[in-house]
């Protein structure tokens, strides 16, 4: 059974920095994309960002030009480098890897911006 270790929350002010991190246990094999979600209270849980197997990436609209998505293959890693951070960034963040037959999603990091 894979799974997805997050780490890199915390507590920091706003205009801060914070770098996500997401290690698969074992290799996963036909990735169609790696990515972030986050959710805050009484909120959906909404994508940040994601990056394709070819290294495409897409972001939410919030985070464009704060936050940039990573990827290392060989140590089946995603990375979330997250900038300029504001209190509304707020949330438990999710990795996610989607495959054709299964998505695997990590248990979330709390990620707390203070103004």
């Known amino acids: 059974q894979v799974q997805l270790v997050e780490s890199g929350g915390g507590l920091v002010q706003a205009g801060g920095s914070l770098r996500l991190s997401c290690a698969a246990s074992?290799?996963?094999?036909?990735?169609?994309?790696m990515g972030w979600y986050r959710q805050a209270p009484g909120k959906q849980r909404e994508l940040v960002a994601h990056?394709?197997?070819?290294?495409?990436?897409n972001y939410a609209d919030s985070v464009k030009g704060r936050f940039t998505i990573s990827r290392d293959n060989a140590k089946n890693t995603v990375y979330l480098q997250m900038n300029s951070l504001k209190p509304e960034d707020t949330a438990v963040y999710y990795c996610?890897?989607?495959?054709?037959?299964?998505?695997?999603w990590g248990q979330g990091t709390q990620v707390t911006v203070s103004s």
């Open positions: 996610y890897v989607d495959t054709p037959l299964y998505d695997y």
């Open positions: 074992k290799r996963i094999y036909s990735i169609n994309f």
């Open positions: 990056i394709t197997s070819g290294d495409s990436t």
